[in-house]
């Protein structure tokens, strides 16, 4: 069974920034495709930002596009995810996902596994 536990939520004004952290309790953490969503009050869950197993390769929603970084460290079974440039409008639980050797469609929340969020809040 694998957990994830997310970490790094908090309240922050806009323009702030924050780093979220997931950690994965699992053997071959480099085998598992990684994503972030996040779902804000009466919404639906949305992704964030991925990263694929193979090459490491990073996948945004165009509206964190070039404010979100998606990291990945392989040797701490942890995947990162760096906000900055916060906006009122990224207020959310975010969660952690993952999938074993998601082939595409990172962006889709069909991810076999999910922590229990954290909340962001950006105040105004």
């Known amino acids: 069974q694998v957990q994830l536990v997310e970490s790094g939520g908090g309240l922050v004004q806009a323009g702030g920034s924050l780093r979220l952290s997931c950690v994965a309790s699992?053997?071959?953490?480099?085998?598992?495709?990684m994503g972030w969503f996040r779902q804000a009050p009466g919404k639906e869950r949305e992704f964030v930002a991925a990263?694929?197993?193979?090459?490491?390769?990073?996948y945004y929603a165009d509206s964190v596009k070039g404010r979100f970084t998606i990291s990945r460290d392989n040797a701490k079974n942890t995947v990162n995810l760096s906000m900055n440039s916060l906006k009122p409008e990224d207020t959310a639980v975010y969660y952690c996902?993952?999938?074993?050797?998601?082939?595409?469609?990172?962006?889709?929340?069909?991810?076999?596994?999910w922590g229990q969020g954290t909340q962001v809040t950006v105040s105004s």
């Open positions: 699992v053997r071959t953490f480099s085998n598992y495709a």
């Open positions: 990263i694929s197993w193979r090459y490491d390769s990073t």
């Open positions: 996902a993952a999938d074993y050797r998601k082939p595409s469609d990172y962006h889709l929340d069909e991810y076999n596994y």
